[in-house]
């Protein structure tokens, strides 16, 4: 006997030659009870957990239902033997799970819950919006004809994953029972429910058994740990929330979520110190519960924030880019972390690197100049804050994650395999930014006739696919490249994964990140890369560079970060200068200096000294930088504004 157990109830079972007690959960399946129909009580008005040892009292004295109901049917049966039947009720069938007796035919109830090829029908944000809802439910009259009842199923990210038309009534009246009510909800995993029914009178005005039905309901779903968010009352115009108006104890829909949005952005702004706990007593406070939904609450209102100030007009990039990286090293830890994405090393970016890659995509200007961007792994949004959320496309499989994309107000919020072409869309963006779950696949993709199995990779090149090309892109992958003897890239996934890149693309540079550094307020010290790229090659040629150390240094600091990015964002600029000088003029620098030479002496500008310098002028800092291209004069012409310089001796 366990010492937890009086002598008169405990429960033993041989296992292995020796004892074991048996479990309050099989106790509760011998005597007919649901499963852990005795773990949890109301104690002066609060549910809590119930003790074992007084589950194993309870269990023990209560009567076992499928003996009463044995013996109940066993009598029905025998009625005939019974002396008088003045008292024998009719016999009726009853519905339970499974029969009892042969000679009885007791139906089973089959309860189906079967989705349509729309997974989900919307995201609930406010009352109005299940107003909106429910009335596009019915057919056109009926609102004002006779009540319905309907049921609303939702899932944690409050998205509607089906709805129960679950009766008919009257003009004035109908019925709920809140058995099958809840039945249906379980049968579709909902962790939530909002009940409707209309009023054909058009009269919003609650009635006195409206208020007991949601009552009965509410305390019905608590102790399945499915919440009762509203109960609508609709009209052909109107409608009346329980919920905006905290009839029954209910609160509005969107006052927990925008409350815990605006408290958050409100602190980062402030500098207030928070923590884990601090944050989930915060989100306590406004009846949120669910750990991941605070952390992912937590990181939008530092999407949002950090958007609010790469998008100020009157700052220079360096300067949001200091306040951001100030807002990163303010805000919350983000530590908490789910199985998932703990088994896909899923990590949010850094805001101040989320906001470089972007500056560096041009996302800041395509609200400007037009196109889009794209994020087929876009989490909360971190990799757009550069950009007006309504030119930029995003792709997200996380429920919570994709509810708040669809609040931001995107051009499009997708809900796609990242790992499959996006074949509607090649070719088609200017920008790409990414920064994929890390992970393995079961098998090996084909790209090119490179074999291809990391998770990253894999998103990484379906998602470049999408890129115009003459667009850019910008990718975070995991780990640091190691080097062989040669200087290669190490055998193996990287060496194929740069190689094919390399092969395909031109890369501006590839930036490793000390995780230990820069990502550690995200919940790691993962390092990473950054890659940069600068659009398709015309005809795929090459291979991944050997090692330059010069190149292949770990950036350790938000600084160095920023001149790194910079510095590769000029190289890109004076090459294009360079090239797009070649591919329009296709005339001999010589010989047109040479020319112009000419034209000048002829004007009588007299003499001008030899060694010449072509001047390009890059468009994202001051420095001018000088290019040796021609002999012949010392001549200094500027393409962009076709003017010379010339030396301070001249012949009058």
């Given at each position: 006997?366990?010492?937890?157990?009086?002598?008169?109830?405990?429960?033993?079972?041989?296992?292995?030659?020796?004892?074991?007690?048996?479990?309050?959960?099989?106790?509760?399946?011998?005597?007919?009870?649901?499963?852990?129909?005795?773990?949890?009580?109301?104690?002066?008005?609060?549910?809590?957990?119930?003790?074992?040892?007084?589950?194993?009292?309870?269990?023990?004295?209560?009567?076992?239902?499928?003996?009463?109901?044995?013996?109940?049917?066993?009598?029905?049966?025998?009625?005939?033997?019974?002396?008088?039947?003045?008292?024998?009720?009719?016999?009726?069938?009853?519905?339970?799970?499974?029969?009892?007796?042969?000679?009885?035919?007791?139906?089973?109830?089959?309860?189906?819950?079967?989705?349509?090829?729309?997974?989900?029908?919307?995201?609930?944000?406010?009352?109005?919006?299940?107003?909106?809802?429910?009335?596009?439910?019915?057919?056109?009259?009926?609102?004002?004809?006779?009540?319905?009842?309907?049921?609303?199923?939702?899932?944690?990210?409050?998205?509607?994953?089906?709805?129960?038309?679950?009766?008919?009534?009257?003009?004035?009246?109908?019925?709920?029972?809140?058995?099958?009510?809840?039945?249906?909800?379980?049968?579709?995993?909902?962790?939530?429910?909002?009940?409707?029914?209309?009023?054909?009178s058009g009269n919003t005005k609650p009635s006195e058994a409206d208020k007991q039905i949601t009552e009965k309901i509410k305390e019905a779903a608590r102790f399945m740990n499915i919440e009762l968010l509203d109960h609508i009352i609709v009209t052909r115009e109107s409608y009346y929330s329980f919920g905006d108006n905290r009839l029954a104890g209910l609160e509005p829909l969107a006052d927990k979520r925008t409350q815990f949005l605006e408290i958050v952005k409100r602190d980062l702004l402030a500098k207030v110190p928070h923590n884990k706990r601090s944050m989930e007593r915060i989100a306590a406070g406004l009846n949120i519960s669910d750990q991941n939904e605070v952390k992912e609450l937590t990181e939008l209102a530092i999407v949002e924030t950090a958007r609010d100030i790469a998008q100020e007009d009157n700052l220079f990039i360096d300067e949001k880019y200091r306040r951001i990286v100030a807002l990163y090293n303010s805000q919350v830890n983000l530590s908490h972390r789910t199985s998932q994405s703990i088994l896909l090393q899923q990590y949010s970016t850094p805001s101040p690197i989320g906001y470089l890659m972007g500056i560096f995509c041009g996302i800041d200007q395509l609200h400007k100049k037009g196109g889009f961007a794209f994020e087929p792994s876009a989490g909360n949004g971190l990799l757009t804050i550069a950009a007006k959320p309504e030119r930029v496309y995003v792709n997200e499989i996380d429920d919570l994650r994709r509810r708040n994309l669809k609040s931001q107000g995107y051009a499009n919020v997708w809900d796609r395999d990242a790992t499959k072409p996006f074949f509607d869309v090649r070719r088609n963006f200017m920008a790409i930014l990414t920064n994929p779950p890390f992970g393995m696949l079961d098998t090996k993709m084909l790209f090119d006739g490179y074999p291809i199995q990391p998770l990253e990779h894999v998103m990484a090149i379906q998602a470049l696919d999408c890129m115009m090309d003459d667009g850019r892109a910008a990718i975070i992958i995991g780990g640091h490249t190691r080097w062989d003897a040669k200087g290669r890239i190490q055998a193996g996934k990287n060496r194929l994964f740069f190689n094919y890149l390399y092969h395909h693309y031109d890369v501006a540079d590839v930036i490793p990140i000390n995780g230990k550094k820069l990502y550690s307020r995200q919940g790691t010290g993962f390092d990473t890369r950054i890659i940069l790229i600068s659009g398709r090659k015309e005809t795929p040629a090459g291979a991944a560079p050997v090692y330059d150390k010069s190149r292949d240094v770990v950036v350790n600091s938000f600084d160095d970060l920023f001149i790194r990015v910079m510095a590769a964002m000029d190289s890109v600029v004076f090459s294009d200068r360079i090239v797009t000088q070649r591919d329009t003029s296709q005339v001999d620098l010589e010989t047109e200096a040479i020319a112009l030479l000419k034209v000048l002496q002829a004007k009588g500008l007299g003499t001008i000294h030899k060694k010449p310098i072509m001047k390009y002028e890059t468009t994202n800092h001051q420095d001018d930088r000088d290019l040796e291209a021609v002999k012949g004069t010392k001549a200094i012409v500027d393409y962009d504004k076709l003017h010379v310089q010339f030396d301070e001796e001249k012949e009058q």
């Open positions: 006997a366990s010492a937890r157990s009086t002598p008169e109830h405990t429960i033993a079972m041989l296992r292995k030659g020796g004892i074991r007690r048996l479990t309050p959960l099989e106790c509760e399946r011998l005597q007919g009870f649901p499963d852990n129909w005795t773990a949890y009580g109301l104690y002066d008005g609060e549910q809590k957990e119930i003790p074992e040892t007084q589950r194993y009292k309870m269990l023990g004295n209560a009567v076992s239902v499928v003996v009463v109901l044995a013996v109940a049917t066993g009598l029905l049966s025998n009625k005939k033997q019974l002396g008088s039947t003045d008292m024998i009720y009719p016999e009726q069938a009853e519905i339970v799970l499974g029969s009892v007796t042969p000679e009885i035919n007791i139906p089973e109830l089959s309860l189906s819950y079967t989705r349509n090829s729309q997974p989900f029908l919307g995201f609930i944000y406010k009352s109005g919006d299940v107003a909106a809802f429910i009335r596009s439910t019915f057919n056109e009259g009926e609102v004002e004809l006779q009540e319905h009842f309907t049921v609303l199923f939702l899932n944690t990210a409050k998205e509607i994953i089906g709805y129960y038309k679950h009766s008919k009534g009257m003009i004035n009246a109908t019925t709920a029972d809140t058995r099958i009510i809840l039945a249906a909800a379980l049968k579709c995993l909902a962790t939530s429910i909002i009940i409707s029914h209309n009023h054909p």
